[in-house]
């Protein structure tokens, strides 16, 4: 009998353990909003692949969504469909140029808004070849654009070998 409930604990803590490893990955919070608009997002994915117009150059691009796209982004054959499914959220490229690309969409992409930021407003807590994790804070509303403040910790989801 003490066996079988020392297997059946180990087992809980495992189970335990495990979710509270995978709760953490994929996981975003904070919210963007532009001209009215405003979402909080909750999951962060990171894609790597050839950027559209230099395709030597290979971006991490983050995805961050309010609804669940991992499906999505695994059946993606090239990086230009890494934001196709993107309805409400917003992808942020990283591909060690002097600014940081953002990309916000709300309403299935009826409302976006595109820019760039100083390299400080993307704080870095982990990098790796499977994973980002940090922040993201710009706050360009005074100038007509979008007010982002957002943590994430984006695991791998696909590496692609094609643009489009």
């Known amino acids: 009998m003490r066996n079988a409930a020392q297997v059946g604990l180990g087992?809980?803590?495992?189970?335990?353990?495990?979710?509270?490893a995978s709760a953490g990955a994929e996981s975003a919070k904070g919210t963007i909003a532009y001209k009215g608009n405003s979402v909080t997002v909750q999951h962060a994915y990171l894609v790597?692949?050839?950027?559209?117009?230099?395709?030597?150059?290979?971006?991490?691009?983050?995805?961050l969504a309010t609804k669940d796209l991992k499906a999505?982004?695994?059946?993606?054959?090239a990086m230009s469909c890494s934001d196709g499914d993107l309805g409400e959220g917003m992808t942020i490229d990283l591909d060690g140029g002097p600014r940081v690309n953002y990309w916000v969409v709300f309403k299935d992409q009826m409302?976006?808004?595109s820019g760039t930021a100083d390299p400080a407003t993307f704080k870095i807590t982990a990098d790796d070849a499977g994973k980002i994790t940090g922040s993201f804070t710009v706050d360009d509303s005074g100038a007509g654009g979008a007010k982002i403040d957002v943590t994430f910790d984006a695991t791998l989801v696909k590496e692609l070998?094609?643009?489009?």
Request: charged share 30%; aromatic share 6%.
């Open 11 to 20: 087992f809980m803590v495992a189970v335990l353990v495990g979710s509270a």
């Open 48 to 63: 790597k692949g050839p950027d559209a117009v230099d395709e030597k150059k290979i971006l991490k691009r983050i995805v």
């Open 72 to 77: 999505k982004l695994d059946a993606c054959k």
């Open 111 to 113: 409302v976006q808004y």
């Open 161 to 164: 070998t094609s643009a489009r």
